[in-house]
C-alpha cells in the first residue's frame, strides 16, 4: 500500500502527536509499506517528506492534526486518527475559570476541524475510549463505528547508565528523582506539582524533581529541566528515576505516561485519557485527584517506596509494531483503495 500520513506539526520535535507519526511511519515502512509524510520539516530523515499531496499517488491518506487541505477528495479512502477534543479541553479549562481559552479563535477554529473529520467520507481512529467519546458528546460520533488504538511505547533499554546520566547533570547517585515529560504548557499541570513538590519537604529530602523537556535547560534547588533532548535520553531518564508523574489536566492517550509504565516506573497521574486503564493496580501506580493536597500526599508516600526490580507495566499490544499492524488492518478494510 502507498500511504501518506498527514500531519501539520513539526515532526522533528519530540511531542506525543509528533513521536505517534514517526513510529507509524517506522513500523508502516517495515512491514512493507511506501509511506509519505506531508508535515515539517521539509526534509526529516530517514523519512520521505512531501510538500503537497497528490491523491492519484495514495491507497490511503491517513490525517493526525491539522486542518485538511480544501478540495482536497480521497473518496473514502481516507482515515483520521482522533488524538485529542479540543472541545473536551476547553471545557475543563473554563470549569477551572480560565475563561481566556473562549477568545482563542485557534481553539474554535479546532473545534471546527474536528467537527468536519468526524463527517468525512472514511475511517475513524481513537487513541483512547475516553477520546472516542469525547468526541460522541460533542461531534455527534457513533462510538461504535470507532475503533481505538492507542499510542505506543518503545520499551527501550537505555543507552546511558543511570549514574553516569546523574552525575552529568549534577545528581547523586543515591538522590530519588521524580520525573516529569513534556513541555512548557498550563495544560501539562506542571505549576500544581510544583506547589506539591515545596509542600512535600522533597527537597529538604534530598530528592530531585527532573522534568525532561522545556523550552532551554534550567536548574534551581531540587528541580532540573533538560530542555529539549532526543527520545533515547528520555528513555535514560525513566530508567535513572525512582518515580515519574504525570499532572496534566488534559490527555488524549499519553505518549510519555506509556513509556514510563513500559521502563517500569511507578507513576502518578490524574485520571486523563486512558491513565486509569494502564494503571491497573497501587503496584505500578496510583490516579491522583487533581489537588495540591492530593498530590503532597502521594508524592510523600511515593518518595518512600523501597526501589525494586524494574519490570514493564504494560505488555506488548503497546508497542510500536503492534500498533501499527492494528493501523493496517484498519486501512485494509477501506474499500476502493487501489491508486486512481
Not at 151 to 160: C, D, L
Not at 265 to 278: C, I, K, M, P, Q
Not at 307 to 330: C, D, K, M, T, Y
Request: aromatic share 6%.
Amino acid at each position: 500500500m502507498r500511504v501518506l500520513l498527514h500531519a501539520n506539526v513539526d515532526l522533528s520535535r519530540p511531542g506525543g502527536l509528533e513521536t505517534h507519526v514517526r513510529e507509524l511511519a517506522t513500523h508502516l515502512t517495515a512491514r512493507g509499506h511506501g509511506i509519505e509524510i506531508l508535515g515539517r520539516p521539509r526534509v526529516l530523515s530517514p523519512f520521505t517528506m512531501v510538500e503537497r499531496a497528490e491523491v492519484s499517488r495514495y491507497d490511503v491518506i491517513h490525517h493526525h492534526g491539522g486542518p485538511w487541505p480544501r478540495g482536497l477528495d480521497m473518496r473514502g479512502r481516507y482515515v483520521k486518527t482522533l488524538h485529542f477534543c479540543v472541545a473536551a479541553k476547553m471545557e475543563i479549562y473554563v470549569r477551572m475559570g480560565r475563561l481566556r481559552t473562549l477568545a482563542n479563535v485557534g481553539n474554535w477554529r479546532a473545534v471546527a476541524e474536528e467537527r468536519r473529520a468526524c463527517h468525512r467520507p472514511g475511517r475513524l481512529i481513537a487513541v483512547a475510549d475516553r477520546v472516542r467519546h469525547d468526541f460522541a458528546r460533542w461531534h455527534g460520533l457513533d462510538p461504535a463505528a470507532v475503533p481505538v488504538i492507542p499510542n505506543g511505547a518503545s520499551f527501550g533499554p537505555p543507552r546511558e547508565s543511570r549514574d553516569a546520566l546523574r552525575a552529568r547533570h549534577g545528581i547523586g547517585a543515591s538522590a530519588r528523582v521524580l520525573l516529569t515529560i513534556g513541555r512548557d504548557d498550563f495544560v501539562k499541570g506542571q505549576a500544581l506539582l510544583a506547589r506539591a513538590w515545596e509542600r512535600s519537604g522533597a527537597v529538604a529530602r534530598g530528592a530531585v524533581w527532573v522534568n525532561v523537556g522545556g523550552s532551554a535547560p534550567a536548574r534551581s534547588l531540587g528541580h532540573v529541566v533538560t530542555g529539549p533532548v532526543s527520545h533515547q535520553e528520555v528513555v535514560d531518564w525513566i530508567h535513572a528515576a525512582e518515580l515519574g508523574a504525570l499532572p496534566s489536566y488534559y490527555e488524549g492517550c499519553s505518549v510519555a505516561l506509556l513509556e514510563m509504565l513500559a521502563g517500569g516506573l511507578f507513576t502518578l497521574a490524574h485520571d486523563v485519557g486512558n491513565a486509569s486503564e494502564v494503571i491497573r493496580s497501587d503496584a505500578i501506580g496510583r490516579i491522583v485527584p487533581s489537588s495540591e493536597v492530593a498530590w503532597t500526599t502521594e508524592l510523600r508516600a511515593a518518595l518512600d517506596r523501597p526501589s525494586g526490580a524494574r519490570l514493564p507495566a504494560i505488555g506488548p499490544e503497546f508497542g510500536w509494531p503492534a500498533i501499527a499492524a492494528r493501523v493496517e488492518q484498519v486501512y485494509e478494510q477501506i474499500p476502493g483503495r487501489e491508486p486512481a
